[in-house]
């Protein structure tokens, strides 16, 4: 029981799992749209140029490339300020009263 308590804080308190649950989903949907069968005129099939879509698939990459960086910036702040080590509930509740008897 403890570990399980223990991997579900571990899963909820990582910044890599969210990410990670949502790019092999978003993997997951490209494969079954990829199979779907569109007629050139469907309102989903893109109309642009070769230089649209180059244009289109260079600002997706910078989105996502500037999403890792501040998910990698947060991690590595986040490690730094609490020791690298994650806090549960009892050392959150343990500092609270320790801030607590330290203002009376």
């Known amino acids: ?3 399980r308590d223990a991997f579900r804080e571990y899963m909820t308190g990582s910044l890599w799992v969210l990410p990670g649950i949502s790019a092999v989903l978003a993997l997951v949907a490209g494969f079954i749209l990829s199979r779907v069968p569109l007629n050139p005129e469907s309102p989903f099939a ?3 140029t070769e230089d649209d879509a180059r ?3 260079s600002n997706v990459t910078s989105t996502v490339v500037t999403v ?3 998910v ?3 991690t590595a702040r986040g490690r730094q300020s609490r020791g690298d080590r994650a806090l549960s509930c009892d050392d959150t509740r343990s500092e609270m009263e ?3 008897q330290l203002t009376w």
């Open 68 to 70: 890792i960086a501040l």
């Open 1 to 3: 029981m403890r570990n």
């Open 72 to 74: 990698l910036g947060l």
């Open 46 to 48: 893109f109309r642009g």
């Open 98 to 100: 320790v801030r607590a």
């Open 55 to 57: 244009t289109l698939l």
